[in-house]
């Protein structure tokens, strides 16, 4: 089975909400990664993503609306500091988590008494939802566990042998997914962090939490935390260090012949087929654009190690930071270490 592509123009976006309307799957870029969505209101479709992203069923999926008042015709209630957000953040890369037990579809809630809604930025996502006539379900376009796809070439290498349709567009702006809020209670939490930042949301309303890393044994509030995430086959290391001691890492690493592919601040000298520069320390925004599509050609050359560098933590970078630190499933390598540890 070949996916079908559909191109990024306004026939695509039609026909793209046409097939999701009819309960089939479709792919299509928004301005944070590629997503791959179903229609809510069709459960068999919902259900399928599901198996064909091997996702756990209790994870639940964010459901992408073309417009703001689609949140609260699909929400149970919304606290008034919710609606300021959707007014001066929306369309864009922010998910808010409301309740909503009455109008999704428990499947997509995966059994929740809550729903995540978010409006992309994107124009041509809002064209296929517009078109699909209902809010449309749609988690990263990934098999779970692997780094969310960029690019549509990267959508292919998952998805590209199912029954599946493909808008083929550009490669997405952000590079990482949206920033996840709890938005049931006030202040609002942020459960998975991204291009809008703690201190965007705590301008608008006031104040903002952020949810720090969970003891083991505790549960996480957003069901995706407890899963590995955003990795390569090959073992991840992540350079928790200023990137010239990081960059010394990696000399020695040379020295002792350990075959490895390594994604680098562009600082960084060292050049060569197995190096991955993916832009200036100091542009995490940048970064986080190529990370991801970066880790997977990384990850083709079939190396021993990735090593990944670490990059500013200012605005995006946290969310940056915090992919990283998943696709290495805690293997940081501190500047006092002597020797490379995997868990
Ligand atoms: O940028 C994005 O958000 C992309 C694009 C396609 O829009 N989508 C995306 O979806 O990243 P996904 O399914 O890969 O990540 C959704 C995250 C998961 O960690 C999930 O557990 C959490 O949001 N989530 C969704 N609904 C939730 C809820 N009701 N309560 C808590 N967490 C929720
Ligand atoms: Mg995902």
Known sequence: ????????????????????QRGEIVIFPTETV???????HCPDAIERIFREK????????????AQKSALAESADAIAPYVRLLADQ?????LSLIVRAEDRVPSVVRAGLPTA???MPAHAGARAIIEAC???VAAPSANVSGRPSPTCWEDVLEDFGDRDVSIVRGEPTEIGI???VILATGYPPRILRPGAVTAEDIGRIVGCCEVEGERLPGEVPLSPGQKYGHYSASTPT??????????????????????RFAAIVCDEYAMRGENIFPIGSYDDPAEAARRYFTALRAADRMGMERIYVQSFSRRGIGEGLWNRMCKSAAGNLIKEEAHEDRIR
């Open 54 to 65: 091997g996702r756990p069923q209790d994870n639940p999926l964010i459901v992408h609306i």
């Open 1 to 20: 089975m070949q996916a079908r592509i559909l191109e990024a123009d306004p026939e695509g976006y039609r026909e793209a909400g046409a097939r999701l």
């Open 116 to 118: 995540a809604f978010r």
């Open 177 to 179: 997914e949206s920033t």
């Open 133 to 135: 006539g209902c809010p």
């Open 89 to 93: 953040l929306w369309p864009g890369p």
């Open 237 to 258: 290391l992540l350079l928790d260090m200023p990137p010239v001691r990081g960059e010394d890492w990696l000399r020695r690493a040379q020295e002792r012949r350990v």
């Open 34 to 40: 590629y997503g791959i969505g179903a229609s809510i």
